[in-house]
């Protein structure tokens, strides 16, 4: 492939909506208006954002992803060495206007949870660093890359944060650590082929699958407290939940099994997305 090719498929383009859409809705729900600082940071954080994320991590995880069959596809690219370099590059500068703008729009406090944001991006993968072979705090740092998102946007809006919106955020938050784990789940044998440690090699599959279920019921049950009609999303918890469970015992020589229900994930994300966006839309005519 031609060396942009690979450069948008390592940006994953079937996750640019989990990232772009937290920041969208969060800026939009709270200001009620479209302008410039929706549209560049929507698109921030649709495409240069998730070249970053994805892109570090291709490039510091090639020699363990030579031996991980899923990767290569829409699961994640395998990148040529030659253009490990450019791709780093094509990153950061991607990234820099719409940091430039977005830190001149804000304040102290939006910079510092931005600052957070991309923290957690270059941290995961980058050597020196690798959170992501840090059990546990791999979970929470996969969770923050999609959740910073949402609360930067609320808090460059002005967002008062309420009550339920801390609900809404905390089960956001559990939902991203168990989508985590539990993909962490299908890689156990080439993560511990090649060397790296992650919360399911760690503490074995069977019990990150159950720690990832448990997650998903209660990042639906916190959401029974919100707002009419927020506890309507309280059901799209439940696809992931039943979906994962199915692996409730899986052995770890069969863990690789679990990349079947890794994939449903993608369809899941399609349903729980239009859930969401049919809430909010209620939820703004009834104010």
Request: proline share 5%.
């Amino acid at each position: 492939m031609s060396t942009f090719s690979q450069l948008v498929l390592s940006s994953r383009p079937l996750s640019w909506i989990n990232t772009a859409f937290p920041f969208a809705a969060a800026y939009l729900l709270t200001t009620s208006r479209i302008d410039a600082t929706l549209v560049i940071g929507t698109i921030f954080f649709l495409v240069p954002y998730n070249l970053a994320m994805y892109g570090i991590n291709d490039v510091f995880d090639y020699e363990s992803d030579l031996r991980n069959p899923r990767k290569g596809g829409v699961e994640g690219a395998l990148l040529d060495p030659r253009i490990h370099r450019t791709t780093l590059w094509a990153a950061a500068i991607s990234c820099a206007p719409f940091l430039v703008y977005l830190v001149i729009v804000g304040d102290p406090l939006s910079w510092l949870v931005l600052a957070i944001s991309m923290f957690a991006v270059v941290a995961y993968s980058a050597r020196g660093l690798r959170f992501k072979e840090k059990p546990f705090l791999d979970s929470l740092t996969s969770s923050t890359h999609f959740v910073s998102p949402a609360v930067y946007g609320l808090v460059l809006a002005g967002a008062a944060f309420t009550p339920a919106l801390w609900l809404i955020l905390v089960s956001f938050f559990l939902w991203g650590i168990a989508s985590h784990a539990f993909g962490a789940v299908q890689d156990i044998v080439a993560d511990r082929e090649g060397g790296i440690s992650s919360i399911a090699t760690v503490i074995g599959g069977r019990a990150t699958v159950r720690l990832a279920v448990v997650a998903y019921v209660v990042a639906g049950l916190l959401l029974l407290g919100t707002d009419w009609p927020g506890p309507i999303a309280a059901l799209a918890a439940l696809p992931y939940a039943i979906s994962t469970a199915q692996w409730w015992s899986v052995r770890d020589e069969d863990a690789e099994d679990a990349n079947r229900g890794w994939k449903r994930f993608l369809w899941f994300n399609f349903f729980a997305g239009a859930l969401v966006t049919m809430l909010m839309i209620a939820w703004t005519l009834l104010r």
